[in-house]
């Protein structure tokens, strides 16, 4: 490893200073830095800014940084960033998937976020001699740096963090690593461990002793098990009230999910039936039946079960129904598309390549495209043009604040033949 004075030119995809050149990446530099860097195959570490970036700015969170001993925790990589440039080169990440793509698109500007949003952060814990360490994994490895604030996360959330650490240490039995999901809801946090390790009766009996002290949680689950639930946590997706499965998908953060719900219902406001691919348990579905009928096609029960049971509960909605499918194994054929004329879907970020196919031999007219990864939404958006629909805008939404991560709404429309 070798010390190194660089220029840093411009930014990596990952929010990684690039040195001229083009083959030192150097985390948490910028634009404009003059650095010293300790330089290993391609990775540099960074030593000391020498001349700083007209766009650096003091982090707001003191885990954030290059301190192997008091930061780095690996949750952000952006926070050093003026929020100008640093919003710039967010939406460029959109416009850069699109290029590569040969999409020309007009891309809107970033849709903000404010920190303190973050409603489901998932955290790293293990088991120490003298409790669980909790925290985030440091960027490009396995160690857990711990942490006693998060500028991301809701206030309900890091307020709550020393009763996450004491059920963090009930839980761990194991020496592994492990993972607790926290989202914040209506009316108290629900938890979800994933681990590694199984419990026995006692360990079961004594977390949920454990959790039952804890007042700001509501449920705690370990593997999928529910082991206490006080309430059943809920969120409102649109005006209707729904109980997520245990570590459940769900946006990120309220208001970007409440944006993306807008756009896509406007978008879809004149069809009179709408099929939502990969519904989860409604962000678009339980909005759209304001609107329309609604079919929504899931592969995880849980989630549809939970959409289900909101829907029937729910007044003024029109009819929605559900089918359990997994569209990547079994995607919707163009046959079945006939009776739809709007149609939504928000893939995971693999994308929905064959799925995308099929929707392009289809007559719909108008389809919303939501994607939290630029690049294979961009391949999905090729296979739907060569399919003869055309791109009425791209808004990027930045619900993954501070990270390289953005979320993506892309709305097309089939021109009358």
């Known amino acids: 490893m070798s010390a190194q004075k660089l220029d840093i030119t411009r930014l990596g995809g990952q929010g990684d200073g690039i040195a001229e050149g083009g083959q030192i990446f150097v985390p948490f530099t910028l634009p404009g830095d003059v650095v010293n860097a300790a330089v290993e195959k391609g990775r540099g ?9 007209p766009d650096r700015v003091t982090p707001p969170c003191p885990h954030f940084g290059p301190d192997l001993e008091q930061a780095g925790c690996g949750g952000c990589a952006l926070q050093h960033m003026a929020d100008a440039p640093y919003r710039a080169w967010k939406r460029e990440l959109v416009v850069s998937a699109l290029e590569g793509r040969g999409i020309t698109a007009e891309v809107a500007p970033l849709v903000a976020c404010a920190p303190h949003s973050r409603r489901r952060v998932v955290f790293a814990a293990k088991r120490t001699d003298r409790g669980a360490l909790l925290g985030f994994y440091r960027a490009g490895s396995h160690q857990i740096v711990a942490i006693d604030t998060c500028v991301i996360a809701t206030p309900r959330i890091v307020e709550a963090l020393p009763s996450i650490r004491r059920l963090a240490t009930a839980a761990a039995v194991g020496r592994e690593a492990f993972h607790l999901s926290v989202l914040d809801a209506v009316p108290g946090l629900d938890i979800a461990v994933e681990a590694p390790f199984k419990l026995s009766e006692p360990d079961r009996l004594r977390i949920i002793s454990a959790t039952r002290t804890e007042a700001p949680v509501a449920r705690l689950s370990f593997n999928g098990e529910i082991l206490i639930e006080k309430q059943p946590p809920q969120l409102t997706f649109g005006s209707v009230l729904v109980s997520p499965p245990p570590g459940g998908f769900v946006q990120a953060t309220a208001e970007a999910e409440a944006v993306m719900g807008e756009l896509v219902s406007d978008h879809l406001r004149k069809a009179k039936r709408v099929i939502d691919l990969f519904s989860g348990s409604g962000t678009f579905t339980l909005r759209l039946a304001t609107q329309s009928h609604v079919h929504a096609v899931e592969a995880d029960g849980p989630s549809l079960a939970a959409l289900d049971k909101a829907a029937r509960r729910a007044q003024g909605l029109k009819p929605v129904s559900v089918e ?3 569209l990547f194994r079994r995607p919707m054929m163009t046959a079945e598309l006939k009776a739809y004329q709007g149609l939504v879907f928000d893939p995971p970020r693999a994308g929905a390549e064959v799925q995308a196919q099929d929707i392009a031999r289809s007559a719909i007219p108008r389809v919303a495209a939501v994607s939290c990864n630029p690049v294979t939404l961009a391949r999905d958006l090729e296979i739907l043009i060569a399919g003869g629909y055309r ?7 930045d619900q993954f604040l501070w990270t390289s991560h953005v ?11």
């Open 407 to 417: 979320e993506v709404v892309a709305l097309l429309e089939r021109p009358k033949r």
């Open 45 to 53: 570490t960074l030593m000391a800014v020498l001349t700083p970036s």
């Open 324 to 326: 359990k499918r997994d």
């Open 391 to 397: 791109v009425l805008s791209v808004t990027p939404i």
